[in-house]
């Protein structure tokens, strides 16, 4: 990739950051367009640039047209649930209207090859058993429903311009630096303050939890493989873990009894019993799987806490 000149919206957070690292290792010249309001700039690495802007300001669009990048990969957005549904016209402004800013200018552009979009599992309904990026969507929240627009916005993007664009639906994703109050970084965080007895909010719900590692290499793989239309890909392991199942899980990998409870304080009314994906397709258009075993990702984030001791 030392020819490509590689533009990542929200590349100061989480998965965003990981995939910089990983494009700047293969030679990519990277610019980073984030407004830090959860990402850290400290996480962009030395070799990439950081731009701090948000994506609904026209300062973003210029941005954009003077770089004049070969590729684009839109992670920025509003993600945490609780957020989106707490501040809906917020989540609509950021995940929507900046989606369509986006857009708006990359229509200008004279050799942008691709354009990857980070949409998220959330645009399905509640289901039991895998989705197929051909199963039937049906958002049951805000964040569902901005992500499910900004995939109309994106496939709209693609009838106009022929500019090949792909969209990564996303499952749980997990892993070093994760900025949003998440399952995994929950049961952590009161591990780590010496706990051993967990408060979490609905205990029996499975979620299908994808390492970061693994999220990153898969929106590379399809920034550098997709090949031409308008195409949509599930990012995920195909594996359900129930929350239960997580908190017993860091307590195999502790080497210490660690008990849940019920906080009623935490319990979500709008939280789904499912959510899995079916994988067949990335696996079978670019031999793409997940590397990062679930357990095995669970230790490795206690071992990079010195203060947690791991059996």
Known sequence: MSDRDILVTGG???????LVRQLTDAGANVLVADNCFSGTPSLVPAGARLETVDIRDEEFADLIRAFEPTDVVHLAALHYIPYCNANPEEAFQVNTMGTRKLVSAARDLPGLDTMV???????????KGPNSEASETGPMDIYGETKLVGEDLMRLFHRETGVPTVTAR???????SETNE???????????R??????????????????????ARALRTLLAEFEGGYGTYNVGTGTEWSVREVVEQTSEALGEEIEVVQDEDRVRESDRPHLQADISRIRADFGWEPEV??????????????EVVVA
């Not at 979009?117 to 289901?127: D, E, M, Q």
């Not at 051993?196 to 909010?201: A, D, K, S, V, Y």
């Not at 075993?293 to 010195?306: H, P, T």
């Open 170 to 176: 996303l499952f749980n994703v997990y892993g070093p």
């Open 182 to 192: 998440h399952l995994v970084p929950a049961v952590l965080e009161q591990v780590r």
């Open 12 to 18: 100061a957070g989480f998965i965003g950051s990981h």
């Open 194 to 215: 010496g706990n051993r007895e967990i408060e979490l909010g609905n205990l029996t719900p499975k979620r299908d939890f994808v390492h970061v590692s693994d999220v």
């Open 117 to 127: 979009f980070a949409s998220s599992a959330a645009v399905y309904p509640p289901r």
């Open 293 to 306: 075993e679930f357990v095995a990702g669970l230790r490795d984030l206690l071992e990079q806490d010195e």
